[in-house]
């Protein structure tokens, strides 16, 4: 089984482009994960028969933030944002933007042998203005989902994390330190899911630089690969022996991020 993420800025920007029929005729996936759609079910009409569509969509704003899955693979179940016993026990009512479980970030297909859990973190800002949401907030109560889910079945969950775990996760890290998506806490947000017992699929063959799936668009920053590693799929640690490979894809454009995937014997 083939599982693609890609946080597509837009897809109906991507799909205007012509850009995003292709890439899925490129990498054949059998599951779909989408991060920052901007959009709700029906306003990008895209053809592709063979998948069922799935969406989880802003209801604060409009054409903001929001999820989907396309999937080959009929899904036993579908379960849309943090519930709201896990919103409630950490407080994740909001902060000066709103509230961020309104904001189309996580949705849950369960499947025979896992759950697949698709999530656009929150992202941090660059005053930091969204640090302590994030940190004191968000990050807990999603390792608290994911760890509710697995008692259950093996978790995967793949996204836009909006954060570089380690040095080695993106291009320039001294220069970097401290800044929204570098920062002690963001990072403490990945360790805790690695502590939990989650494994950073793509690291299990791939070690060192150079591998990244977010590039800024100034300094033709893409073309010299000087970027970041903030979108990942990592499996609970009893799906590490079905893991077949997991890549990168920077040759597939349409967004600022590019797409990741995963295949499972």
């Not at 933007?97 to 759950?115: Q, S």
Request: hydrophobic letters at 40%; glycine letters at 8%; a positive charge.
């Amino acid at each position: 089984m083939k599982l693609v993420s890609w946080n597509v800025n837009g897809l109906r920007a991507v799909h205007r482009k012509e850009l995003f029929v292709p890439f899925v005729r490129a990498l054949k996936p059998d599951i779909i994960c989408l991060q920052e759609t901007k959009a709700e079910k029906g306003q990008a009409v895209i053809d592709l028969p063979e998948y069922e569509e799935y969406w989880n969509s802003s209801t604060r704003k409009k054409g903001y933030a929001g999820t989907a899955i396309f999937t080959k693979v009929k899904p036993l179940g579908l379960l849309l944002g943090l519930p709201e016993e896990i919103a409630k026990k950490f407080k994740l009512s909001g902060d000066g933007y709103g509230d961020p479980n309104a904001e189309g970030r996580v949705m849950a297909a369960e499947f025979k042998d896992f759950f697949l859990v698709n999530v656009y973190t929150p992202n941090a800002k660059p005053d930091l203005s969204r640090l302590a949401l994030r940190h004191k907030h968000w990050d807990p109560a999603f390792l608290s989902y994911i760890k509710q889910l697995e008692k259950k079945k093996p978790v995967i969950f793949t996204g836009d994390l909006n954060v570089a775990h380690t040095e080695d996760d993106l291009a320039n890290p001294k220069a970097n330190e401290g800044e929204h998506g570098f920062t002690k806490e963001e990072r403490e947000g990945i360790q805790m899911l690695v502590d939990a017992g989650f494994i950073d699929s793509f690291r299990l063959e791939h070690k060192g630089k150079g591998f990244y799936t977010w590039w800024s668009h100034f300094g033709n920053a893409r073309a010299r690969n000087v970027g970041w590693r903030i979108d990942y799929f990592f499996v609970s640690k009893s799906l590490a022996s079905r893991i077949h490979k997991a890549e990168i894809h920077p040759d597939i454009f349409g967004s600022d991020h590019c797409p990741i995937s995963l295949e499972l014997k």
